[in-house]
């Protein structure tokens, strides 16, 4: 089993950048497709990056593509999402999580294991 710890989150003016980190426990974090969600007040969760395991393909919901660069490092059993030009409506509690196939990137039903999310306030 994977269980999974995210970390920096916080406040930031419109324009900054930011970086989470996700580390994940559990021998098998190498084989698991990995992706970043979030969830805005009042609005429904949304798919934000994925990972795959094996190649480290990337993929990235419209809304981010060009701004946010997801990466994992294996030996650490580690995902990151770096964000940068943040804007307001980037708000929202970010949450990783852990999909054990390598496929269905942007499918939250095919990811299994997630963390307990951090907080991205961005200022305007």
């Known amino acids: 089993q994977v269980q999974l710890v995210e970390s920096g989150g916080g406040l930031v003016q419109a324009g900054g950048s930011l970086r989470l980190s996700c580390v994940a426990s559990?021998?098998?974090?190498?084989?698991?497709?990995m992706g970043w969600f979030r969830r805005a007040p009042g609005k429904e969760r949304e798919w934000v990056a994925a990972i795959t395991g094996s190649r480290g393909n990337t993929y990235y919901a419209d809304s981010v593509r060009g701004r946010f660069t997801i990466s994992r490092d294996n030996a650490k059993s580690t995902v990151y999402l770096q964000m940068n030009s943040l804007k307001p409506e980037d708000t929202a509690v970010y949450y990783c999580?852990?999909?054990?196939?390598?496929?269905?990137?942007?499918?939250?039903?095919?990811?299994?294991?997630w963390g307990q999310g951090t907080q991205v306030t961005v200022s305007s």
């Open positions: 999580a852990a999909n054990p196939l390598s496929f269905g990137t942007n499918d939250a039903k095919l990811y299994d294991r």
């Open positions: 559990g021998r098998t974090f190498s084989t698991y497709t």
